[in-house]
C-alpha cells in the first residue's frame, strides 16, 4: 500500500498543484491524507478549500488543523500575523467554505495508522512535537502502530520500541527511512506551503507498507509567486519573505 500524506498547506496554490503532480509522477496512492491546516497565511484559502473538497469526494481524507479552526470558528488566539491572515481569510471565503472547515475532524484511523493535526494527546488543544517527551505523550495517547502529525512544519520521526520511550530519528530528504514491525512510529510530516526546517521547498510524506518505509520526498515549487500573491493580497510581508528561506 502506497500512501500519499499532506499537511500545512496554508493557502499555497503553488506549493499544493506541485506537490500534488508531485504524488501522481510516482504513480496514484492507494491513500491520499491531508493532515489539516488547509488555510491560514497564504493567499489562495479558495482553491485549496475546493481542492480539498474534490479529493475527499475522490475518496482522500481530510483532518483539522488549528488554522482551519480559527477561521471556521473566528478565533484569536494566535500570533499577530497569523490572527490577521484568519480574519484576512474569513472576509474572501464563502459559508459554504467555513461550514466545511468547521466539519473536518480532530483525527481519523485508518486500519494501523492514526492521522491528527497536531498530537494524539488532546489533538483539539494543539500542542506541538518538538522533543522525545511530547513524542512519548502522543504514542501513550494512541494504540495505532503508527501516528502521521504535522503543526510543526518540520520534518521528524519517532520510533518506540515495546515499553522504551521513542528515540528520535531526523530523516534526510528525499532517502528512504525503514520502518521496522518491531517498532511504534510517529511521523511528522514538514509543511506543504510553509517549511520551516531551512528548505523552501515544500514536503510531503509517502509510505510504502510493501517496502516498510516512509520518504519525505521535497518538491521545489515558484514560492516567489506566492510571495508576490501574498503582498499583493495585502497580507503581513514577512509570510511571503520566510517561504523564501524556509523558516
Known amino acids: 500500500m502506497r500512501i500519499a500524506i ?3 498547506i496554508h493557502a499555497n496554490r503553488e506549493a499544493f498543484d ?3 503532480e508531485a504524488v501522481h509522477e510516482r504513480g496514484s496512492p492507494d491513500e ?3 493532515l489539516g491546516d488547509l488555510v491560514g497565511y497564504g493567499p489562495d484559502p479558495v482553491y485549496v478549500i475546493e481542492k480539498a473538497a474534490h479529493l475527499m469526494a475522490d475518496g482522500a481524507l481530510c483532518i483539522m488543523g488549528n488554522h482551519d479552526e480559527a477561521v471556521a470558528l473566528n478565533l484569536s488566539n494566535m500570533t499577530e500575523n497569523a490572527r490577521f491572515a484568519v480574519q484576512w481569510t474569513r472576509e474572501r471565503i464563502a459559508p459554504a467554505h467555513l461550514d466545511f472547515l468547521a466539519r473536518l475532524p480532530l483525527s481519523l484511523q485508518s486500519e494501523d495508522r492514526l492521522y491528527v493535526h497536531a498530537s494524539a494527546e488532546r489533538p483539539g488543544k494543539w500542542p506541538y512535537i518538538r522533543d522525545v517527551d511530547s513524542a512519548e505523550r502522543c504514542l501513550s495517547a494512541s494504540d ?3 501516528v502521521f502529525c504535522g503543526h510543526t512544519h518540520i520534518p521528524a520521526i519517532y520510533y518506540a520500541l515495546p515499553g522504551r520511550r521513542p528515540v528520535h530519528f531526523q530523516p534526510l530528504d528525499n532517502v528512504a527511512a525503514p520502518l521496522s514491525d518491531l517498532r511504534r512510529h510517529l511521523v511528522i510530516a514538514g509543511a506543504v506551503g510553509q517549511p520551516r526546517d531551512g528548505n523552501p521547498a515544500a514536503c510531503f510524506v509517502l509510505v510504502d507498507t510493501q517496502r516498510h518505509e516512509v520518504t519525505m520526498v521535497r518538491v521545489p515549487y515558484d514560492h516567489e509567486e506566492t510571495a508576490r500573491k501574498i503582498q499583493a493580497a495585502g497580507l503581513p510581508g ?3 519573505m520566510r517561504l523564501k528561506i524556509g523558516r
Open 6 to 8: 499532506l499537511s500545512d
Open 18 to 20: 506541485a506537490v500534488l
Open 144 to 146: 495505532a502502530r503508527f
Open 32 to 34: 491520499l491524507v491531508l
Open 238 to 240: 514577512w509570510l511571503g
